[in-house]
């Protein structure tokens, strides 16, 4: 899982530059919980896409990647707003400076699923002060039956049948017996449109591509690239973003 997770580095930037942000109603939300001014820890932050958002609104913090690459371009990308810097290291593993803290929010965007639960659960619990916010969020497909989607399911199911990782499930976010309450969940829906091209390097920055053969990737992307050329050009990338936070007891 670790080479997976770390794979993302060896395109950072383009990771940057297609990767979407999140709702503006989850941030929202997410300022409400924590208070305006709040102190965060986005854990496994990537290029920062989430931090940035919370920057934006008034928060400050600390921003934990363990992967060089990613760090760095969010470093860059926080470098218009005080208050934060960006830590390489694990979230399980990272340590706050004896300035850092007691945090009021921990954010894990579309990476929960790359965290040890019960390591990452205890850690969010030690760094977040007593009523703080464990937010975890991540975007799931909510496709359409079209003709376009079944050419795609078509295409998946010769050439990359195997499951890509996801998010866990409500049920499985937080371990029995841990620090924290009940989770509130809320779900953001909506949709964006990619042109073939870029929808096709938006699929270059899963893992589950990056780590495919180069021959097999290439031609799953051709064929891919294919099928949306001959249904208009245009791919209608429908999502929900669920939101599940939990307060710390």
């Known amino acids: 899982m670790t080479l997976r997770r770390l794979s993302f580095g060896e395109d950072a930037e383009l990771y940057d530059r297609v ?11 997410l300022v409400e ?22 920057a934006e609104r ?5 921003g934990v990647e363990a992967d060089a690459a990613m760090a760095s371009l ?5 470098a218009a707003y005080q208050g934060w810097r960006v830590d ?20 894990v965007a579309q990476a929960w699923h ?21 937010a975890i969020f991540a975007y799931e497909p909510d496709f359409e039956d079209t003709p376009l989607r079944e050419a795609i399911d078509a295409i998946y199911a010769d050439l990359a049948p195997e499951p890509s990782a996801r998010s866990r499930a409500p049920s ?3 371990p029995a017996g841990s620090a924290f309450e009940a ?6 829906g909506g949709h964006t449109d990619y042109t073939t091209t870029a929808y096709l390097d938006v699929l270059r920055t899963h893992s589950d591509k990056r780590l495919m053969p180069a021959d097999r990737r290439d031609l799953l992307l051709a064929r891919l690239g294919a099928a949306i050329d001959e249904h208009g050009g245009v791919y209608r990338d429908r999502w929900v973003c669920r939101l599940w936070a939990a307060r710390r007891a």
């Open 58 to 62: 008034g928060l400050r913090g600390v």
């Open 88 to 107: 390489v290291s694990e979230f399980e593993d990272w340590q706050p400076r004896v300035d850092d803290g007691p945090f009021d929010l921990v954010t």
């Open 74 to 78: 969010a470093t860059r990308n926080l």
């Open 33 to 54: 919980l924590a208070g305006t001014g709040a102190a965060a820890v986005d854990a496994a932050c990537g290029t920062g896409k989430a931090t940035v958002q919370l």
């Open 19 to 29: 990767r979407p942000t999140y709702p503006t109603e989850l941030i929202d939300d």
């Open 183 to 188: 989770p509130l969940e809320r779900a953001y």
């Open 172 to 174: 499985e976010q937080l």
């Open 114 to 134: 790359w965290i040890d639960r019960d390591r990452g659960t205890r850690a969010a619990a030690r760094l977040l002060r007593r009523n703080g916010w464990l």
